[in-house]
């Protein structure tokens, strides 16, 4: 009888035992099975987007990591719609002069490296001889890189013609004239007045 009792216990302990191996095996197999790959797919996900993020955010900026007065060009149009009559790389940043397709003269600033626009207001300057040029400001300084192969730090639609400052790859600026109807060069000189934040406008294309 006390044989047939041990025996008795000595299998129930042992199915005890095996049960709860076996829910802790399933549980460890149910809880692990598809956790790590979800997580690793999760992780992978999250580590692409944040590495396409900058890549993004630096389009439109030269090497010398400075936005292209293209690219805030057409970031000012793309934020305003209308013409940019001027763009000047001055105090850290691009500010940008647009006649709004609203009749109202905007001043946009945008950064200086990624071309992203910052702030924005009315300006109500009397400007209105200059809205509606044949040759746009994008136009203008393809032909002021074509003359002086550099950077454009500024180009403005004044007196007619389109002025350009461009600093040449050895440091020399020089300012170019563009006809405003056949976007031709008219002119180019050294200019010798340095700007008035020097060392902020100098960065290569």
């Given at each position: 009888?006390?044989?047939?009792?041990?025996?008795?216990c000595v299998a129930a302990?042992?199915?005890?035992?095996?049960?709860?191996?076996?829910?802790?095996?399933?549980?460890?197999?149910?809880?692990?099975?598809?956790?790590?790959?979800?997580?690793?797919?999760?992780?992978?996900?999250?580590?692409a987007g944040t590495a396409?993020?900058?890549?993004?955010?630096?389009?439109?900026?030269?090497?010398?990591?400075?936005?292209?007065?293209?690219?805030?060009?057409?970031?000012?149009?793309?934020?305003?719609?209308?013409?940019?009559?001027?763009?000047?790389?001055?105090?850290?940043?691009?500010?940008?002069?647009?006649?709004?397709?609203?009749?109202?003269?905007?001043?946009?600033?945008?950064?200086?490296?990624?071309?992203?626009?910052?702030?924005?207001?009315?300006?109500?300057?009397?400007?209105?001889?200059?809205?509606?040029?044949?040759?746009?400001?994008?136009?203008?300084?393809?032909?002021?890189?074509?003359?002086?192969?550099?950077?454009?730090?500024?180009?403005?639609?004044?007196?007619?013609?389109?002025?350009?400052?461009?600093?040449?790859?050895?440091?020399?600026?020089?300012?170019?004239?563009?006809?405003?109807?056949?976007?031709?060069?008219?002119?180019?000189?050294?200019?010798?007045?340095?700007?008035?934040?020097?060392?902020?406008?100098?960065?290569?294309?």
């Open positions: 009888m006390k044989r047939n009792y041990v025996i008795a302990a042992a199915l005890a035992a095996g049960g709860t191996a076996t829910g802790v095996a399933l549980a460890d197999g149910g809880g692990s099975g598809s956790s790590p790959a979800a997580t690793s797919t999760t992780a992978s996900a999250r580590a396409s993020g900058p890549a993004r955010a630096s389009s439109g900026s030269g090497t010398g990591g400075v936005a292209t007065v293209d690219a805030v060009v057409r970031s000012a149009e793309a934020y305003e719609p209308g013409t940019v009559t001027s763009a000047e790389l001055d105090h850290g940043r691009w500010e940008v002069d647009l006649y709004g397709k609203d009749r109202v003269w905007h001043e946009i600033h945008l950064d200086r490296r990624t071309g992203k626009v910052v702030s924005s207001r009315q300006d109500g300057g009397d400007q209105d001889d200059r809205k509606g040029a044949p040759v746009t400001a994008v136009r203008a300084a393809a032909a002021a890189r074509g003359a002086v192969p550099g950077t454009v730090t500024s180009v403005e639609l004044d007196n007619g013609r389109w002025e350009a400052e461009v600093t040449a790859h050895n440091g020399a600026r020089h300012e170019v004239y563009i006809n405003l109807t056949t976007g031709k060069v008219t002119s180019e000189h050294l200019n010798r007045h340095q700007h008035d934040v020097d060392g902020d406008d100098g960065a290569d294309d």
